[in-house]
């Protein structure tokens, strides 16, 4: 069964970095694009980045563009996310995502999530 | 990037009510709408894509409509187990961008 486990989260300082690793099975990881996604406590979703499946392409949301990076090792199967200058809105819980897959005729292919991880907490505080 | 407008943030319907709920986007998406559902303490759950498109194992009762810039989700008939929050998601362009949910409760 698909599977998605986030990692690293915690508490860090403002300014402060951290990085997030997503650890895949159970499907074929080197032909999925994989997006990250957070949820601030009690608020609703925001996406955050997408890596392709190559790594070759990334997009960002304008919140974290410049201070977020998105890479992948396919052959570990893990995506992670490096997160630098981190600001009390950055406080979420971090899910990441496979893009659906199947009929690459529509986007829908690499844009729409399919399966998520359970999530990794990110608190930025002093 | 585009906005996704939801309405209503909210709203307290009875089993077996017909439900709906709008997205409106700050620009047209074509049909590049998914809808996702989201129980408390859950992942988000993909209902349908393509703006009209049923996921597989979603029941028939939900069913989605739109084009461009107007959207609707449909429940036909609430069921004790669709009383979750529910969210828009526009994929037409990168950044991919969510509305703020709807939160469907018990009357």
């Known amino acids: 069964q698909v599977q998605l486990v986030e990692s690293g989260g915690g508490v860090v300082q403002p300014e402060r970095s951290l990085r997030l690793s997503c650890a895949a099975s159970g499907f074929t990881f080197s032909t999925s694009t994989i997006h990250w996604v957070r949820q601030a406590p009690g608020k609703g979703l925001e996406w955050v980045a997408v890596v392709s499946t190559d790594g070759k392409t990334t997009y960002y949301a304008d919140s974290v563009k410049g201070r977020f990076s998105i890479s992948r090792d396919n052959s570990r199967n893990t995506v992670s996310l490096q997160m630098n200058s981190l600001r009390p809105e950055d406080t979420a819980v971090y899910f990441c995502a496979k893009a659906r897959g199947g009929d690459c005729s529509s986007v829908s292919c690499y844009r729409v999530l399919d399966y998520w991880g359970q999530g990794t907490l990110v608190t930025v505080s002093a | 990037a585009i906005q996704l407008t939801q309405s209503p943030p909210s709203l307290s319907a009875s089993v077996g009510d017909r439900v709906t709920i709008t997205c409106r986007a700050s620009?047209?998406?074509?049909?590049?709408l998914a809808w996702y559902q989201q129980k408390p303490g859950k992942t988000p759950n993909l209902l349908i894509s393509?703006?009209?498109r049923l996921e597989s194992g979603v029941p028939s009762r939900f069913s989605g409509s739109g084009s461009g810039t107007d959207f609707t989700l449909t429940i036909s008939s609430l069921q004790p187990e669709d009383f979750s929050t529910y969210y828009c998601?526009?994929?037409?362009?990168?950044?991919?961008?969510f509305g703020g949910g709807t939160k469907v409760e018990i009357k």
């Open positions: 393509d703006a009209s």
């Open positions: 620009q047209g998406v074509s049909s590049g």
């Open positions: 998601q526009q994929f037409n362009d990168y950044p991919l961008t």
